[in-house]
Each structure stands twice: as structure tokens, then as C-alpha cells.
T-cell receptor
Framework: DQQVKQNSPSLSVQEGRISILNCDYT??????FLWYKKYPAEGPTFLIS?????DKNEDGRFTVFLNKSAKHLSLHIVPSQPGDSAVYFC?????????????FGQGTTLQVKP | DSGVTQTPKHLITATGQRVTLRCSPR?????VYWYQQSLDQGLQFLIQ???????AKGNILERFSAQQFPDLHSELNLSSLELGDSALYFC??????????????FGEGSRLTVL
């Protein structure tokens, strides 16, 4: 049972354009959603998060949008840079679990072309 | 550098063998988490420890076990290894049992290859 899904395995965009990464979830008890970025041979690093009581959170070039009715969130990167090329994971935490465990999607590989 | 240290970085072993992966959390973090990432898959939660006690368990195989020691470092033991156990194993840590914004800090991972 995949509670967090990233249906696009890969995305390619031109430098300077917008990158939009998508994530769908099924569990309405998730209270926090996070995006992690992962470069090869490194561990995932936190990028940005959003609480389920908000619909948007912005940090520099990165903005996360949450649509609770559609159980969908997206990460926008504007403008995209070649250094953004990495695997992006969507993750969620469940308030009822009372633990810190995160449930991850399968990841989307972003390639930003110069 | 997240401050989470994992050893070894790479490990090659044979089927049927047993290995131990080690994790030192960030200074001050009381929670440790173990995740498995198989080829082209997402990170699968295995287990969480908080201040030495098991806090949450995921789909961890019975052949796998973990513990967190008084100095807060953690070890993941994998026994009777099978080819399908080949994966990246990540350790993460957080200050609390449930971080307020959900953020976990990940190590660089231990790549296990079972031949």
C-alpha cells in the first residue's frame, strides 16, 4: 500500500525555467509534508516542508503547494539551475503515529539542462 | 555534512552471512531511524529508536534487528543475507521522538552488496 506516490520517475527542464515536481498521497492523517533532495553517493537532505494547515510555503527559489482536497502536493523550483539536478523525494509524517517516521515516495529524478 | 555518521560506507558479502551497520546520530539527537533503499525505490522505513527504546517498527524482516546503545549510537544487524538484501541503508536522526516539523537528518548511507 503506497501511501505517498510520485508518478513521474524523471523530469527534464531547461536552465532558467520552472521545474514542477508532483506528489500524491492517500492518508488524510498526514500532518507534515516534506521534500528531500538527494545527490548520488550522498544522503537525502531536507529542502522544504509544509504543515497540513497551510496551502503554500516558500523558501527562496523553492515553493511547495498543498491541495488537501486533491491529496496532492507539488514542489516548484524557479528558476531551475543545473545544480538542482538530483533525485527529489516527497515524504509525509502521520500525526496519529506519534513517531518521527517519514513515509517516502519513490522519487523523481530532475535534470536541469544548461 | 548532516552530522550523522554511518559506517561502513560500502560492504560486500556473501549470501547467508551476517553484517552489522553502525550509525552515530547528530550530537544531541535522541532518535535514530533506519531506512532501506533498494534499486530505484523510495526509502522504506525499518525501525526507530528513541533514547534507547524502540519507538516504531516498519516492514523490518525478522532476519534484521537493531538496537540503540546508551551513548545513542545505533547498530542494524542483518543476518542470513539474501541477494535481495542488497541495498542502500540509511540512518537518520532527530532531536525528539517526533520532530515538530517532521525533519530528519540523514547520513550518507551504507551500500550493502550481497553476492
Amino acid at each position: 500500500d503506497q501511501q505517498v506516490k510520485q508518478n513521474s520517475p524523471s523530469l527534464s527542464v531547461q536552465e532558467g525555467r520552472i521545474s514542477i515536481l508532483n506528489c500524491d498521497y492517500t492518508n488524510s492523517m498526514f500532518d507534515y509534508f516534506l521534500w528531500y533532495k538527494k545527490y548520488p553517493a550522498e544522503g537525502p537532505t531536507f529542502l522544504i516542508s509544509i504543515s497540513s494547515i497551510k496551502d503554500k510555503n516558500e523558501d527562496g527559489r523553492f515553493t511547495v503547494f498543498l491541495n488537501k482536497s486533491a491529496k496532492h502536493l507539488s514542489l516548484h523550483i524557479v528558476p531551475s539551475q543545473p545544480g538542482d539536478s538530483a533525485v527529489y523525494f516527497c515524504a509525509a509524517s502521520e500525526v496519529m503515529s506519534n513517531t518521527g517516521k517519514l513515509i517516502f515516495g519513490q522519487g523523481t529524478t530532475l535534470q536541469v539542462k544548461p | 555534512d548532516s552530522g550523522v555518521t554511518q559506517t561502513p560506507k560500502h560492504l560486500i558479502t556473501a549470501t547467508g552471512q551476517r553484517v552489522t551497520l553502525r550509525c552515530s546520530p547528530r550530537s544531541g539527537d535522541l532518535s535514530v531511524y533506519w531506512y532501506q533503499q533498494s534499486l530505484d525505490q523510495g526509502l522504506q522505513f525499518l525501525i526507530q529508536y528513541y533514547n534507547g527504546e524502540e519507538r516504531a517498527k516498519g516492514n523490518i524482516l525478522e532476519r534484521f534487528s537493531a538496537q540503540q546503545f546508551p551513548d545513542l549510537h545505533s547498530e542494524l544487524n542483518l543476518s542470513s543475507l539474501e541477494l535481495g538484501d542488497s541495498a542502500l541503508y540509511f540512518c537518520a536522526s532527530s532531536p525528539a521522538a517526533r520532530p515538530p516539523n517532521g525533519e530528519l537528518f540523514f547520513g550518507e548511507g551504507s551500500r550493502l552488496t550481497v553476492l
